[in-house]
């Protein structure tokens, strides 16, 4: 007993002591290695897949990926709108210029900030400081308060520099309806917003129209609080899956609203891509870069481009835009945009516009890599691998198959396809030898903008024509949806994966249940009053739980995740507002104050409407 009593008081003691923990390497042991190390601006896949696919020449490489390296200068942009807009260039000009010239002049660089040559009216500044440096450096602290001052108050914005570029392309007139439909964060959006209120008389509103939207609920809310900034009235966001935007429709006319349906002047498709342009101004990419991420977003980029078409008005122009230098996100996806519209759409020349701005052509051949190697054509893809390499993905757009079947209707006397040369080059070729497909459509009219060029970061862009509506198509079903038997049989597609899949089609007369299309998905300047559906049927037809799942409701602090808005009630207020700004009555007509109940919400507001945004706000609390 005795010696098991002290056995125990032992024991005890010595957990009392804690043991050694052997797992744990003593602080003395530990290397002495820096809390933080700078990301890695290498990535020999990345090196590997673009100098295969030639997207500079050879003995631009080196330079090219020096500069790639090298961190993103910041630019900025001037509000045309703003009332302080000449000051602030005049500040820009005769202050910062010559205040910032010496320390430059440390970095190598001949000017601390200029104008960028290609923006119109020297509104857009590009500096020689990364974001990092006019953030850490005390000697341009002064600058970086006044940047961070006037982009707070809406009177500059912070944006990158090839980012400018697609709303210029676009010819927007104050007269417009423009459609952005992946917004976020904005900085585009308020660039539209601008060019609309430009040539607009001083205290009245333009006729035209934003429809600022995102997919994203969180990065909605990032858009609202960018384009706040801007204080308009000719703005609506939007919280929807861009490549089933819905067709809002009135039932009746009225002498307020002549039209009763919404469709585009303008519409901007900057669609989101693997983002592999941003690399300077994004250094984690180069870790997490690999080419299945482009190869991933294809589809949805061509639905998504499809679907803006369809919302276009005809002699409408749509831009097609990426931040990738990815051809398969690139060229292939206006390659079958082009195929699937037909004599619809064109892609337009605009080499002769902003002649200061250094762009190169896009391509006309590029392979697809994947998994299973690198492959020049659709017919060198393996069976099991076609779930996710796709026909769209290379130059030509066709298979084997196709391809067959097209000659054999040439040599009985059929139609002559305008791929011919292409096509027989694929049925002819020797089956080892790899084919290189060229396209046959003037995808050199694209623009693409590298980093060299003019020290900024990569982008795509390319100009669509909208010359009549779009053709009645039924589009090709994807291989990934049929690579699974038990997928097949085990799930059935919903009512929303029929809008993707129809996204783009004419309405027809229904013959069977499996042809039944979505009247929200038809393009609207073909759908007929039989075939029309009102949007509170659509939703019926669509609820929710078939759209994907169970809405998140976004839960963040007070204000549910929005912008907290106070509302006017007193009237001399308002007038006095009026008065300040220059509002006139007649322009800017303000109706009866209504209840609106919203969303995330159990408060009961007052809000002033315009008239076309009632009438429209009307159209969507129908659904």
Excluded at 472 to 491: G, L
């Amino acid at each position: 007993m005795g010696r098991g009593r002290q056995r125990g008081r032992s024991q005890r003691k010595h957990f009392k002591e804690s043991r050694e923990n052997v797992w744990k390497r003593p602080k003395s042991d530990a290397p002495d290695k820096p809390t933080w190390e700078p990301f890695l601006t290498d990535n020999p896949n990345f090196e590997e897949y673009y100098k295969e696919q030639g997207i500079v020449k050879a003995e631009e490489w080196d330079l090219f990926m020096e500069i790639l390296r090298k961190p993103l200068p910041a630019a900025f942009r001037v509000n045309s709108n703003s009332q302080f807009c000449d000051e602030i260039i005049s500040i820009l000009e005769n202050d910062f210029v010559k205040s910032l010239q010496a320390e430059a002049i440390e970095g190598g660089e001949l000017e601390a900030i200029k104008p960028l040559p290609w923006y119109p009216k020297n509104l857009a500044w590009h500096s020689n400081f990364s974001r990092k440096e006019i953030r850490k450096n005390k000697i341009l602290e002064r600058f970086h308060e006044f940047l961070k001052l006037e982009n707070e108050v809406g009177n500059m914005t912070r944006q990158e520099a090839v980012s400018m570029v697609p709303p210029l392309f676009l010819d927007v007139h104050p007269d417009h309806f423009v459609l952005d439909m992946c917004a976020a964060p904005g900085s585009k959006t308020f660039q539209l917003l601008e060019i609309i209120h430009g040539a607009s008389e001083p205290g009245t509103l333009p006729n035209g129209m934003v429809v600022a939207n995102d997919v994203d609920f969180q990065r909605s809310n990032l858009l609202i609080h960018q384009t706040k900034r801007m204080c308009t009235a000719n703005l609506i966001v939007t919280n929807h899956e861009g490549q089933q935007f819905p067709g809002c429709r009135l039932k009746g006319l009225s002498e307020d609203m002549p039209i009763n349906q919404l469709s585009f002047d303008r519409v901007l498709c900057d669609v989101p891509c693997s983002g592999d342009g941003t690399l300077r101004k994004a250094p984690d990419i180069w870790r997490k870069w690999n080419s299945g991420m482009g190869n991933g977003l294809h589809s949805l980029q061509v639905i998504l481009a499809m679907r803006g078409l369809s919302l276009l008005k005809v002699g409408g122009k749509m831009i097609y835009s990426t931040c990738s230098m990815n051809p398969v996100e690139d060229e292939a996806v206006v390659a079958e945009i082009l195929r699937r519209c037909g004599d619809s759409v064109e892609l337009v020349d605009v080499s002769d516009k902003l002649p200061e701005l250094i762009r190169r052509p896009g391509l006309k051949t590029w392979k697809v890599r994947d998994k299973g190697g690198w492959f020049t054509s659709y017919k060198d893809v393996p069976q099991n691998r076609r779930g996710g390499v796709i026909v769209s993905m290379f130059p030509s757009g066709k298979n084997l198959k196709d391809s067959t079947e097209t000659t054999q209707e040439n040599e009985n006397g059929g139609v002559q396809d305008e791929c011919k040369e292409t096509e027989n080059s694929v049925v002819d070729a020797i089956p080892d030898e790899p084919v290189v497909e060229v396209s046959d459509l003037p995808l050199e009219r694209c623009m693409r903008i590298v980093p060299h060029d003019q020290n900024t970061g990569a982008f795509f862009i390319a100009v669509l024509h909208k010359v009549s509506p779009l053709p009645e198509f039924q589009e090709k079903p994807n291989p990934r949806k049929h690579s699974s038997k038990k997928n097949a049989d085990s799930t059935e597609k919903s009512p929303a994966e029929e809008a993707v899949v129809s996204a783009n089609t004419e309405p027809v007369e229904e013959e069977d249940a499996n042809n039944e299309k979505d009247d929200d998905s038809l393009e609207p300047e073909k759908q007929t009053t039989q075939g029309e559906t009102t949007i509170t049927e659509e939703k019926e037809a669509n609820p929710p739980s078939q759209a994907g799942g169970k809405r998140k409701v976004p839960m963040q602090g007070r204000w549910k995740g929005f912008d907290p808005v106070v509302f006017l009630k007193e009237e001399t207020l308002i007038d006095s507002i009026k008065e300040f700004y220059g509002i006139k009555d007649e322009s800017f007509p303000l109706k009866t104050p209504k209840d609106v109940q919203f969303p995330f919400t159990t408060t009961t507001m007052i809000i002033f409407h315009h008239p076309f945004t009632s009438s429209l706000q009307e159209s969507f609390q129908s659904s």
